[in-house]
């Protein structure tokens, strides 16, 4: 595939279906591209002469060459009409027409046609069900919705063509533009890992915007946006969170949707900053395309109002950024500067009878205080405030440090033609000063996000051939599972186990509990027993001498409760000192749409109860594995709050690392759960295990 | 005092310091009253004979008869201005002067003065440091501020003179109108709760609205907010709601503010709808007063475009609704109404050719199912759909159908008519959907709490005197608490405790534990030694024979550990199954504004670690005890999560309510934890007691 930058930068754009007929699709497409477009414009239909005063070509071939076909002719002839541009040579294509995946097999089965044209003829195919796409540089509107983007710098995908037209509707009212748009529709070809790639490399593009209900490939995905968004942001709504927005979702696009814990796991991995409205979406765009990131998370708030000031303090204390604590230099210079009653100490009270030139004044010194990272202008009306006069001292304020300011003018009318200015300055304006707040607190997230160092996940020396041997038995069973028996799949992978084996003879029992010092435990090894304490499957404690009598005794247990239950053996193991460590759970999982994922919990009631879980897409780094354990509420726990001792959590980290290495070597891995993983202060002992096996995949 | 509809309702208002002097306080008030007021205006002063146009008065003695005085006159003769109003009968002052207690000692000293003048004439005062009040039925704006209030069903009060000011400027170019307005100030004489009352009688108020920084007289506050929302909503922002911002509120009023757990349970005992931005006050209140409240929670999407559908369904997802299960009879009918590509599930998708009619229709079905509480309209811009039309519509609707409708009618500029339209039908319009839904759940929200039933708290019958007793036993310590000496203060009110008692010599030891069945628990008690288990201070399972020796030893360790320890002797204390039961805490907590609070948590972990705890302003009913065991996190471990066995519930609630009786009949504790109270299958059992107390409180 060519550049998707030749895409967006078209000169010659045919409209293949091109129609003068009032209402038609065909008719609005043609009437968008000539109205600004700066190339030419070609309609393609065999029926007519021109159209809408243009000579009107009976097929791309006996048109001039064209760069970009908009195709919107009856779905039966899509195939057809794609096919015919590859052999003239078009690499790229829009398909608006619907009528393909999103309505049933028989549409299936054309969209698979429409797939197999475009890779054949090396295509960057848009749609099919796509409204079209956008461009302001070149004024390309080959869309055939009512409203056209203004220019600007924000990029903007979606999955959904109506969001579009809404925001489009929007954005032209609150002055906010655009490079390029693309109406994804059912993303048969490109998707938006290949237009986040594009605009990633895009110089005119400062950020990115989209909104999806699902992800296609979720690993390449990750991939492609972390690199991106180092430079520049992503900022995506992505709906059906709920359990209820997803099954919309699916019956809207048709798509199987991931689990919501994967979407957030892999959006988070990924450096995209995920917003839930369209409000924030515009907020955090307008903010990252206008202003620098803060170089500290600590916010001077300058008001004339105190209540306003407790606000915005309050919104502070909600957010990831902190009230800035001023310099004793800084507390002296406001001493000096304010009237006896102001309030020198942050929020920075300039009092009610405050011109423009005081909150300028305090402005700058706050500014000038290497503590502080950002600073917000909450003002009240008053008698003395002109609202424009101090939109003009804010922007020139802006321009003149390197931090980010905002402003919260709390009225209504009266701040219009002051917000205007501020907006023209790159300074957003909101009534509520939470808002503004917020605004700054994406650029502080944004900053951490292009910080991130990504190291590669660290690829540990593990023995494959004897864990795929392990796997391989499997294939004998019934529920494609397997228990303790496969504890040697964890040894294989470096994580430690107890000593022991599972065998199946009292005589071997006996000579594997020759091998391990001490008493042992012996359990009932078989996969139709999963409750084996209850039946008394469970043996503690069991000294060598007993270990024969003991293997038969469990046998028989099992038989009598349950005669037909498959019995792999006895699981013979030295004694773990569950005192020594907190019981923790390491899981792995398969996502449809992001593939492997790790979990990691601590055990019990913190699993079970509390649902106190987190998840990683796989595979994961080093510092990534570290931040499993301090997403979990419980983490103060391992780290040896109420006099525990605390446990190995270097131990821990690699457990993950080395169990996500095993999610990626083995993707016929299904689900695998090592539970408990007992983390004690030297080190950890995965003490269970269960694992579910895709025998297709191994 | 005499109601305060007279405040706001007065026939004649003196403004006592009256001037004309350009950009004073006394010619704005003045400016202001003149200009919409349906009664007369009497100008005080003794230096003028006539202030802008209209007669001046040395004094109010020989003014015409006024029943408002709003003054003006410097701090240092406010006092007397205020006394000579009331030697004339006036019941009403609005002091607008600053200079009191918000200013330091003079300042206060000056305020109890003005406090006991109005005490003394009985006066209805606001302020001093007040912006003014305003009533719009009346035309009555007493205030300084460049804005007036449109009239409106809404009455509002704020702590924040500037924060009235911002939003009357903003309310009035968003077409919200007011009943009442006051600045009150200092809240010297009326505070929130007064005004709470007065408008919870005033048949003209639909809706309070409020901003406070703190409230002065919690449970008075909750008494009467509860009583008023049954049938009046009462929509408040509490700032300082975070540490940093409660800090900043405290230098702002000069108050000290109660803890934030404490008022987040005051406010919901209340009843008060608490939101956290103006945004949602106005779209809370908006709503409120517009618009019934839903009968079930089961809302009904109807949307033109798949994307916003499923944001719209996020957002219920998100909220306290629920989106709506459709009958078999509604899924037949939109069977038949629909377009076959349309959705007839919920959220209907009525389909991007959908005119007006369409929507209208499919509104009609989706309200007529009994299944359905209220619905939400979400439509995107598109070629045949209008969008005043589609108001219309909707407004139509409104009237015809018994619940609540809201939309979000996705565009900018293009919706403007509408939603004009749409607002004077009383239907909110929004871009967001999420927004819209949050609307819909102000009004469930409303509709529980006008639904509460109000149990007062039961009355139990309990040892009174012998609590006090023991309570005085405190005098003697230095660090005003005490341990499990006191045990006997909980079997005083009830709450179970297990057998035995403090004694103070090997003999009485032997004799108490012979009157209990098996082996005894000893623990060494001294206020100096916390960690008692650290230094062998708690010996468990003592057969009786035992016990003698026991109780030298526990005295000999605790003398090498602390030779200057006060120690008060042993328990001796029948063995605890601990086993059979959940630890949980109770604990009792003092507020400097809501007085005293219950605490409930689990044990250990959960309040150390997760801090899972929750609290409640006492005296609480036993619903409310019972709704503390719901607000946990940890509560399905009590109910017999993970096998457990179930504690009894009734049990702990009715702990929780006679520690609740405990509170509130002994102001002196200032501070009380069970911990452990150990929750069983039959029962609960107090183990350990801390208490501190305030000697002067006895």
Known sequence: MGALSDLFGPERVAVVGATDREGSVGRAILTNLQADFDGDVVPINPNRDAVLGLDCYESVASAPPVDLAVVVVPPGIVVDAVREAGEEGVEDVVVITAGFSETGSEGADRERDLIEVAEEYDMNLVGPNSIGIMSTPNGLNATFGPENAEPGSISFMSQSGAFITAVLDWAN?????????????????????????????????????????????????????????????????????????????????????????????????????????????????????????????????????????????????????????????????????????????????????????????????????????????????????????????????????????????????????????????????????????????????????????????????????RAREILERVEGRNDNSLGVEAMELLDAYGVPTPEGAVVDSPGEAESVAEGIEGDVVMKIVSPDILHKSDIGGVKVGVETDDVYDAYEDLITRARNYQPDASIIGVQVQEMADLDAGTETIVGLNRDPQFGPMVLFGLGGIFVEVLEDTTVKIAPISEPEAREMIDDIQAAPLLRGARGRTPADLDAVVETLQRLSQLATDFPAILELDVNPLVAGPDGVQAIDLRLTVDNDEL
Request: hydrophobic share 40%; aromatic share 6%.
């Open 173 to 465: 009212d609150h002055d906010l533009g655009f490079k390029d748009v693309v109406s994804l529709g059912n993303e048969a070809v490109l998707d938006e890992t290949d237009f986040i790639r594009e605009w990633g490399d895009d110089p005119d593009t400062d950020v990115i915007i989209g909104y999806l209900e699902g992800i296609d490939h979720g690993r390449e995905f990750i991939d492609t946006a972390r690199e991106v968004a180092e430079d520049t942001p992503i900022v995506l709504v992505k709906s059906g969170r709920t359990e209820a927005g997803a099954q919309a979702a699916s019956s809207h696009t048709g798509t199987i949707a991931g689990s919501e814990q994967a979407y957030e796991a892999g959006l988070d991995q990924s450096g995209v900053l995920r917003v839930n409205t369209v409000e924030e979406m515009f907020d955090y765009a307008r903010m990252l395309s206008d202003q620098p990131t803060p170089e500290r998370d600590d916010v001077a708030v300058i008001t004339n109002a105190g209540g306003p000031g407790v606000m915005t303090t309050d919104a502070i204390g909600d957010s990831r950024l902190d009230l800035a604590d001023f310099s004793d230099e800084t507390l002296e210079t406001y001493g000096e500067m304010l009237p006896d009653e102001g309030n020198i100490y942050n929020p920075v009270d300039v009092l009610g009878d405050a011109p423009a030139e005081r909150f300028r004044e305090a402005l700058d010194i706050a500014l000038d205080d290497r503590g502080v990272g950002a600073a917000v202008i909450v003002a009240a009306p008053t008698a003395v405030l002109d609202f424009e006069d101090l939109a003009d001292i804010v922007a020139e304020a802006r321009a003149e440090h390197d931090a980010p300011i905002v402003a919260a003018l709390m009225g209504g009318e009266s701040t219009e033609a002051a917000a205007k200015k501020l907006q023209d300055a790159g300074v957003p304006n909101y009534f509520d000063p939470a808002r503004a707040i917020r605004s700054i607190g994406a650029l502080s997230e944004y900053r951490d996000i292009s910080e991130r160092a990504h190291e590669p996940p660290r690829e540990f020396d593990v023995d494959r051939g």
